[in-house]
């Protein structure tokens, strides 16, 4: 079947994907014929209403769940489960209670055999990228929700993954925290050069960090349009002041949130 | 309309000090109007009160005892006073050597707990992480929770003989299925998140069994240790009534035959201690274990 497959030997692949989920009474079509392509050091931006099947994509391509139809390749590679080459941030807090800060973030490192995670500079490297140098010996219980979710970043960078995928990494923090999130994960992204797959709801988190927005609609997802804003690409907008001061942002919100809109209203 | 307003907020800060002195002189009487009950949901206590009012719980038990006791005018052997009790407690440690008695019965309690502790932990954590090993003896273990341990006593006592091994069996058959239960329960409490976080990372079955489902699950282990040891205590007498020659179930019975009530009753207060000595050992044991716990 790859062999089908346009010779795409970098970046992610994703080709006609389905998800079926069986029920008793009749199976539930969650996603359908879902394609779309990332470039190296693109992000890419899963968008649309709820209920449109985003997260499931996700979680596919993560490997946390196995395509009803379809393939998932990577780097020419098919994903057939989760791995170290595809790190996850999750929208729940999940930093180990039970380790610190410190340790949290060099867990990835030890599960994969690196004993001398600590020693070497690459967790201290990722704690200062994201800000937390100062609480590496801290409990995550006494950070604040925006503070254990750049913990989950640190943690999922410090594996060096060719693919971080994020679901909803800061739907769960208040407005003020997810926008100052948003600002640090683009200079993390652009100076890690990293390639992205996020999910989220949040229009003007898609338009500021998403060089690629695939827009899906809901029952079942399907790829409605794809979208490639301009703003991830300019290095001169990193602060939500300079996105909405560009004057392309106004008309493409107000499109996508017209789609929005339409979807929510569709059933 | 608007220049009356002006002028007013300038001479302010040399009236503020003023202000805050009579706020200040004035904050009990400001702070009366609420009522402060005793009895107030969710209220904390402070722990001086915890501590009096647990005192005096203790005191006004040992009163009421002793009242009860000495109110028929001439002492009831049936029902001898606190007084009594702790001169007979005293008599037994001093002129009767107890302590091997209590040594004799810590043993068991000890060996038997730790061997249900042995095979109840690694069980009840593969239970509660792979759903196909609760499958198969999850039918078994919740069939044998439901028999009362003191009726395999005559099955013990033919297998086993009237030696330590059949009171330290009958001791395990107490507690290991409510361990293998309860502890299967907490493991299967591990956040998914944890477990596909793990995943994402690279993490194998195997690291993952011990590096996420086990620390997760630690606390809420030990924590069902130290509660299934207290029913451990409650066997005791039960494993020490039949064909036993030391212990203080053993003391008990053999006090029962000459009627020596208060001795009874200070084998009570000896169990009681001693258990209540195992929780306290166990509180520190979680405090040392989960620092990451502490005062949450």
Not at chain 1, 22 to 51: H, K, M, T
Not at chain 2, 223 to 250: F, H, K, N, P
Request: charged share 20%.
């Amino acid at each position: 079947m790859s062999a089908a497959l346009p010779a795409l030997h970098s970046g992610l692949a994703v080709e006609r994907l389905g998800k079926i989920f069986p029920r008793r009474d009749a199976s539930v079509i969650a996603v359908e014929n879902v394609s779309f392509q990332v470039e190296p050091r693109q992000v890419c931006i899963l968008l649309g209403p709820s209920g449109c099947g985003k997260s499931t994509v996700l979680r596919m391509i993560a490997g946390l769940e196995h395509p009803s139809s379809g393939h998932i390749n990577l780097n020419g590679n098919p994903v057939t489960g989760p791995a170290r080459e595809r790190g996850m941030v999750f929208q729940g807090y999940t930093s180990f209670p039970w380790l610190t800060v410190r340790e949290n973030v060099a867990y990835g490192l030890r599960i994969n055999g690196d004993v001398n995670a600590m020693r070497e500079g690459t967790v201290d490297y990722y704690l200062d990228r994201v800000g937390l140098s100062r609480f590496a010996d801290a409990w995550p219980h006494q950070l604040s929700g925006g503070m254990r979710q750049r913990v989950a970043l640190a943690r999922a960078l410090a594996t060096s993954p060719q693919l971080l995928l994020m679901d909803e990494p800061f739907g769960a923090l208040d407005a003020e925290t997810r926008w100052q999130m948003q600002e640090l994960l683009l200079s993390v992204i652009r100076k890690e050069r990293m390639t992205v797959v996020m999910v989220t709801h949040d229009v003007e988190e898609a338009l500021l960090l998403g060089d690629q927005i695939v827009f899906l609609s809901s029952h079942p997802g399907r790829v409605r349009t794809i979208l490639h804003p301009p703003f991830k690409a300019d290095d001169a907008i990193c602060t939500r002041e300079a996105l909405r001061s560009h004057p392309d942002y106004a008309g493409m919100e107000r499109d996508i949130l017209a789609m929005m809109h339409e979807e929510g209203s569709r059933h | 309309m608007l220049q009356p307003v002006v002028p007013t907020p300038a001479p302010e800060p040399t009236v503020a000090p003023a202000v805050a002195l009579v706020s200040e002189r004035q904050s009990p009487a400001a702070a009366s109007p609420v009522k402060r009950r005793w009895l107030e949901f969710k209220q904390p206590v402070s722990t001086r009160s915890k501590v009096l009012l647990g005192i005096a719980a203790w005191l006004l038990f040992l009163l009421g005892w002793h009242l009860a006791a000495t109110s028929g005018g001439e002492a009831n052997p049936l029902f001898p006073s606190p007084v009594s009790v702790s001169d007979a407690l005293w008599n037994l440690f001093a002129e009767r050597g107890f302590h091997s008695d209590v040594l004799a019965s810590l043993q068991r309690i000890l060996i038997s707990f730790g061997l249900a502790v042995v095979v109840a932990v690694p069980l009840g954590i593969l239970m509660g992480a792979f759903p196909a090993i609760e499958a198969f003896f999850s039918p078994l273990v919740s069939a044998f929770r439901y028999l009362p341990a003191p009726a395999f006593i005559p099955l013990l006592l033919m297998w086993l003989g009237t030696g330590d091994t059949q009171k330290i069996a009958l001791l395990m058959l107490g507690v290991i299925w409510f361990l293998v239960t309860l502890i299967c329960d907490t493991v299967k409490q591990t956040p998914v998140d944890f477990i596909e976080t793990s995943r994402t990372l690279g993490g194998s079955r195997r690291s993952i069994l011990w590096t996420v489902v086990v620390p997760s699950s630690l606390p809420g282990i030990v924590d069902t240790c130290r509660q299934m040891l207290a029913v451990s205590w409650t066997y005791l007498v039960i494993a020490e009534i039949v064909a036993a020659t030391d212990g203080i179930g053993a003391m008990m019975m053999r006090a029962r035959r000459f009627v020596h009530v208060d001795d009874i009753m200070a084998g009570i207060l000896i169990i009681g201690a001693l258990g209540l000595l195992c929780d306290l050992a166990f509180r520190g044991v979680y405090w040392l274990m989960f620092p990451y716990l502490r005062r949450r």
